[in-house]
């Protein structure tokens, strides 16, 4: 239970975790070696000084106790998701579905489409709005489907992880607390999950024999499922570990991501230097080391740290409602750090400051609002 607590818990256990798995993966190369134990020591300092700060969630009864439904903050969270909803089924109903139409529909993006993709992407809040807000079993449900079913429907695995992370957490956090952990429920969201994303990545990306990566005995013998949940774990940390011992400079791909609209940030097809072009992703900090170097990468491990800190202490001293989406949020970025970037994109900026504005407006509310459902549950 003191480990729920600890706000680390989303950085650095994930972040050893996959470097573990990278070194196990992998009969890595000469040099490669130093970019694994930079993100390595960062997790282990990072955990350190969260154990020194004493920075810790509210006791978990609080989470428990607090009733959001019927709240201004409900209704606004409900409005909020429904119309994450209508952009969902705008985005079935005027472009291909990549599960139906074509898997490599994923990815086209023109007509318009990534307008209408940069609401939908929030699908991931319907499931925790559904569960702590709706007082319809109707609507509750409706939403917590919707929210897991449009990814797959979409072909988009890390809003499928981000929308079962959340539903397992408030499910985690809201029990009682002398109860013991609802291990059988969380195991099976877990197995879905990694069911599902390995099915989905076989569609999106093909097969894996095609890669020429520096892979050891384990990943070898390991089934195809298998090899897809090690190399999403792994390639992050390797290509961080590549470009560390290329001393590869290149700044711009960090401007893209947190300057809105200033270019790509696709690192596909790009003059980056890594071992196999199809795989393309490099740690939340891979923009940060090659525009400043391993320096820069670490500053931007504290910084996050920081960041999920300050999301934490939103939570105080009753968990409204907003904070804990912005929580929820923020942990799951902590938690994907290993993979790909994030946090430090203009995008996770906005859905923060839209969550602030959100609770503003509540505010404003009269005490008594409308519900959007009154049947109880």
């Not at 520096?214 to 390991?222: C, E, K, S, T, V």
């Not at 939570?315 to 912005?326: K, T």
Request: net charge positive.
């Amino acid at each position: 239970m003191r480990l729920l607590r600890l706000p680390s818990l989303w950085l650095a256990p994930p972040l050893l975790f996959a470097c573990a798995v990278t070194w196990l993966t992998y009969d890595l190369p000469d040099g490669y070696g130093e970019g694994i134990a930079l993100l390595v020591g960062c997790a282990g300092a990072v955990l350190l000084l969260d154990l020194v700060a004493g920075n810790r969630l509210p006791p978990l009864d609080r989470f428990r106790l607090r009733s959001y439904a019927g709240t201004r903050e409900a209704f606004v969270a409900l409005a909020f998701a429904l119309a994450v909803l209508a952009f969902c089924l705008l985005d079935l109903a005027l472009f291909p579905v990549a599960l139906v139409d074509d898997p490599r529909a994923y990815a086209t993006m023109e007509g318009g489409r990534e307008h209408i993709r940069h609401i939908s992407d929030m699908c991931w809040v319907l499931p925790p709005v559904g569960l702590l807000c709706a007082r319809s079993r109707g609507l509750r449900w409706s939403l917590v489907i919707a929210g897991l079913v449009f990814p797959v429907l979409v072909i988009d695995r890390n809003r499928l992880l981000n929308g079962l992370f959340a539903l397992a957490l408030v499910i985690v956090l809201r029990r009682d607390a002398r109860a013991p952990l609802p291990w059988k429920r969380i195991v099976l969201i877990a197995l879905a999950g990694a069911s599902v994303f390995s099915v989905l990545g076989m569609l999106r990306s093909g097969p894996l024999e095609g890669l020429t990566l520096p892979f050891g005995g384990l990943y070898r013998d390991a089934p195809q499922g298998i090899k897809w949940l090690l190399l999403y774990v792994s390639a992050g940390p390797y290509n961080f570990a590549s470009i560390e011992a290329k001393h590869y400079v290149d700044a711009s791909f960090l401007i893209h991501q947190v300057v809105p609209l200033s270019g790509s940030v696709a690192t596909a097809g790009t003059g980056i230097p890594l071992d196999s072009p199809t795989v393309n992703v490099g740690t939340e900090f891979f923009p940060f080391l090659m525009a400043w170097g391993p320096a820069g990468a670490a500053a931007a491990v504290f910084a996050l740290y920081l960041w999920l800190h300050w999301s934490v202490r939103r939570l105080w001293p009753n968990v409204p409602l907003f904070g804990l989406l912005i929580f929820l949020r923020m942990a799951y970025v902590c938690l994907m750090a290993p993979f790909a970037p994030q946090a430090f994109i203009w995008t996770n900026v906005d859905f923060i400051a839209l969550c602030l504005l959100m609770q503003l407006f509540a505010a404003w509310l009269p005490a008594r609002v409308p519900a959007l459902s009154t049947t109880p549950t």
